[in-house]
């Protein structure tokens, strides 16, 4: 087990990234993950460990955002450095702005966008991960594919053609 645990750390990294924003809680998110699996494993029943690692941080990630809710804890929305994979020569205007745009979203559309897209999950992994619906992930996928868009767009900072009206 931990060996296949190991294997999809990095996976767990950048859905922890995406999920607290912040660097510190993101790690922190990580750590409490990975220690919970392991007290956990005598009772995982060896099914899908992707989508059984991705349900304990989803949950304690909901957890840290209702204890925030009530006092000082895990940071909802923070600063997501490694959200957006690496680029050749990465454009920091338009990392930032891909970051502020994420962070716009609420928690629960950016998880899915997170796992469908960086991550690769099935709508039926997503939704067992969620607890809800396969419906209820593809509705939450769209609005935040439309929201990230629009943002995106109407936050144009280049323009191609030199004649072009500007708003």
Same mark, same amino acid.
């Given at each position: 087990?931990?060996?296949? +645990?190991?294997?999809? +750390? =990095?996976?767990?990294?950048?859905?922890?990234?995406?999920? #607290?924003? #912040?660097? #510190? @809680?993101?790690?922190?998110?990580?750590?409490?993950?990975?220690?919970?699996? +392991? &007290? #956990?494993?005598?009772?995982?029943?060896?099914?899908? +460990?992707?989508?059984?690692?991705?349900?304990?941080?989803?949950?304690?990630?909901?957890?840290?955002?209702?204890?925030?809710?009530?006092?000082?804890?895990?940071?909802?929305?923070? &600063?997501?450095?490694?959200?957006?994979? =690496?680029?050749?020569?990465? @454009?920091?205007?338009?990392?930032?702005?891909?970051?502020?745009?994420?962070?716009?979203?609420?928690?629960?559309?950016?998880?899915? %966008?997170?796992?469908?897209? %960086?991550?690769?999950?099935?709508?039926?992994?997503?939704?067992?991960?969620?607890?809800?619906?396969?419906?209820?992930?593809?509705?939450?996928?769209?609005?935040?594919?439309?929201? %990230?868009?629009? %943002?995106?767009? @109407? &936050?144009?900072?280049?323009?191609?053609?030199?004649? &072009?009206?500007?708003?």
């Amino acid at each position: 087990m931990r060996e296949a +645990l190991i294997a999809h +750390l =990095p996976a767990l990294r950048r859905y922890a990234y995406g999920l #607290a924003g #912040a660097r #510190a @809680d993101a790690e922190d998110l990580l750590q409490a993950t990975v220690l919970r699996a +392991l &007290e #956990a494993a005598p009772g995982w029943r060896r099914e899908n +460990l992707r989508a059984w690692l991705y349900t304990i941080m989803t949950n304690l990630y909901r957890n840290g955002l209702r204890a925030n809710a009530r006092g000082p804890g895990l940071e909802a929305i923070g &600063e997501a450095d490694h959200v957006a994979a =690496p680029l050749a020569n990465p @454009d920091p205007l338009l990392r930032s702005r891909l970051n502020t745009a994420l962070a716009t979203l609420n928690p629960e559309m950016r998880a899915v %966008l997170m796992l469908v897209v %960086l991550e690769g999950c099935s709508y039926a992994e997503v939704a067992q991960i969620a607890g809800v619906p396969v419906g209820t992930v593809m509705s939450r996928l769209s609005r935040a594919r439309t929201q %990230l868009s629009g %943002l995106l767009q @109407d &936050e144009a900072v280049v323009y191609l053609n030199r004649g &072009e009206k500007r708003p």
